[in-house]
């Protein structure tokens, strides 16, 4: 069902959290845009703009490595300002409340853990690009160690223990999607009675699969995003309106 009015929504949705018992938001882009976090995929994206690095050319080349590095500190005063939103902030109220037992995200900004999620209890599909992490032992290094050590050398740093090249703790176009993270989100897809999708176009896969997880589980399945996606037609509540507005009403309770 198509919501048609943002009030008539809203209450709906209100209902629907009421009635359910377990809970489990599904966040892309859309959440985070009002936050300040621009779009990476969408028309007019930063990927319109610059085509992405994929892994295997970060791996050979020192060129790759050197650019992607340029392109994360170009970004950095835009991840560093930017803070919870009301979709943010409702859902960690959801989870405070004891609805929300984890979050599963597309989004790589943090935001999530900032409102007050654990970090445990954020399933990052797409990892995160606040720290660094080297490809080969998978050791963890703050942003600040990489700027140092570029700026220092001229060239993106490798690894102090392994000399793997060190990369945005993200996951890149043809890297492996994180298995832990895939199989935690496959189980709570599975064990919901109440899937949110928020601020996601819905046709990246595998994370897209997830919706459509939840509703062949059993539960009930609620769409928020501006524009239609290719699953509105199966979804028990779509809500086309600003993610904000949609559940800033839930801030809180």
Known sequence: ???????????????????????????????????GIPDFRSPGGIWTRNRPIEFGEFVAHQEARDES????FA?????????PGRGHRALASL??????PAVITQNIDNLHQASGFAGEHVIELHGNTTYARCIGCGQVYPLDWVK?????????????ACDEPVKTATISF??????EEMQRATALSRACDLFIAIGSSLVVWPAA??????????????????????????????IH?????????????
């Open 209 to 238: 699969g997830f919706p459509m997880m939840a509703k062949d589980a059993g539960a009930r399945l609620v769409i928020i995003n501006r524009e239609p996606t290719e699953q509105d037609d199966i979804a028990d509540l779509v």
């Open 69 to 72: 590095w340029r392109r994360r």
């Open 174 to 179: 043809g890297q492996m999607m994180p298995d």
């Open 148 to 160: 140092r050590r570029f700026d220092e050398e001229g060239a993106a740093p490798n690894c102090t």
């Open 241 to 253: 309106h600003d993610i904000g507005e949609a559940l800033g009403p839930f801030v809180g309770n």
């Open 1 to 35: 069902m198509i919501a048609s009015d943002l009030q008539s929504g809203v209450e709906r949705l209100g209902e629907m959290i009421a009635e359910a018992k377990v809970i489990v938001p599904f966040t892309g882009a859309g959440i985070s845009t009002e936050c």
């Open 95 to 100: 989870y405070r409340a004891g609805k929300v």
């Open 75 to 83: 970004m950095e005063e835009v991840f560093a300002a930017a803070k």
